[in-house]
């Protein structure tokens, strides 16, 4: 059974830089990063696929956060940098069993971690 258990959330300033990591026990296939702000739905941040070639992101994080993958330590990354107050929310990752067409639809991913807190304060 697959597990994923994220870590690297925090507290920073506007600007500032914060790398998330999951930790995957189990196989996966295309994993991906998303979030979800108090009131809002969750939203499809960043997805890689298993090789770690393709990358996706959303338009509101592109060209600020790189997602990345060490599939030899079973793990996957988020890098977020230039971080603005909207960013705040809890993130998650989440995989996927196989390779998926719409990596930002949440009904994509069948495991799910608990979710680390990222707050940006102005």
């Known amino acids: 059974q697959v597990q994923l258990v994220e870590s690297g959330g925090g507290s920073v300033q506007a600007g500032g830089s914060l790398r998330l990591v999951c930790t995957v026990s189990g196989y996966t296939a295309s994993m991906a990063w998303f979030r979800q702000a108090p009131g809002k739905e969750r939203e499809g941040v960043a997805a890689?696929?298993?090789?770690?070639?393709?990358?996706y992101y959303a338009d509101a994080v592109q060209g600020r956060f790189t997602i990345a993958r060490d599939n030899s330590k079973n793990t996957l990354y988020l890098q977020m940098n230039s971080l603005k107050p909207e960013d705040t929310a809890m993130y998650y990752c989440?995989?996927?069993?196989?390779?998926?067409?719409?990596?930002?639809?949440?009904?994509?991913?069948?495991?799910w971690g608990q979710g680390t807190q990222v707050t940006v304060s102005s």
């Open positions: 989440a995989a996927a069993s196989s390779l998926i067409t719409k990596w930002w639809e949440t009904d994509a991913y069948y495991v």
């Open positions: 890689i696929w298993p090789g770690g070639g393709n990358t």
